[in-house]
């Protein structure tokens, strides 16, 4: 469907009362529901679900098969990789109705969460964190962090171009690609300015 701001696959559904915002692109097969938020110049693969009330910021990248469900909000400049998905839920049955116990899980600024990843909701990646392909996040993810493994783990930190980050014994590293330079002090990374 050609819309003057946005575009959409005419395979894909976009319910009533969303918000969709410029240079953003749905792809085939994707359902897009009622009450979502889309921010400007986002990218949505093909066979994408996102469920009621979501909110996506602008330039968010969402690969084919992925599915964010009621409770997600992802900050500007967010990459979800392909068949990543998120609950909503921490305890479902089948049997019993739990639509007003979501829990809110936030995707900061800048974070990556790989292929095959799950975010169980509820818990927080911070700005510019690195989720690795195949990991189940159970619990909140710092700033900068990269994670790898069911339940995830931290293994290092990651510069804002996706490096690993290689801190020296003062505290101090810097990103291989745009030379910006990092701080480590007490478990917590901050860029430099």
């Known amino acids: 469907m050609e819309n003057s701001t946005y575009y959409s696959h005419p395979t894909a559904v976009i319910d009533e009362g969303c918000t969709i915002g410029k240079g953003t692109k749905i792809w085939h097969f994707s359902h897009i529901m009622p009450n979502c938020t889309i921010g400007e110049n986002c990218n949505l693969g093909q066979n994408v679900v996102i469920s009621p009330e979501v909110i996506l910021g602008n330039n968010v990248k969402v690969q084919n098969n992925v599915s964010i469900y009621t409770g997600v909000v992802c900050e500007d400049d967010v990459f979800l990789g392909p068949s990543c998905v998120f609950t909503n839920v921490t305890n479902p049955r089948s049997a019993v109705n739990r639509r007003g116990q979501y829990a809110k899980t936030i995707v ?13 909701c509820g818990h927080n990646i911070g700005e510019f964190a690195f989720i690795g392909a195949g990991a189940v996040v159970t619990k909140n993810i710092p700033a900068y962090a990269l994670v790898v493994g069911n339940p995830s783990k931290q293994i290092g930190w990651m510069s804002e171009y996706g490096h690993r980050l290689l801190f020296d014994e003062s505290g101090l590293a810097v990103c291989e690609e745009s030379g910006e330079k990092y701080v480590l002090v007490n478990g917590a990374v901050t860029k430099l300015t």
């Open 108 to 120: 900061k600024r800048g974070a990556s969460i790989g292929a095959n990843a799950t975010i169980v």
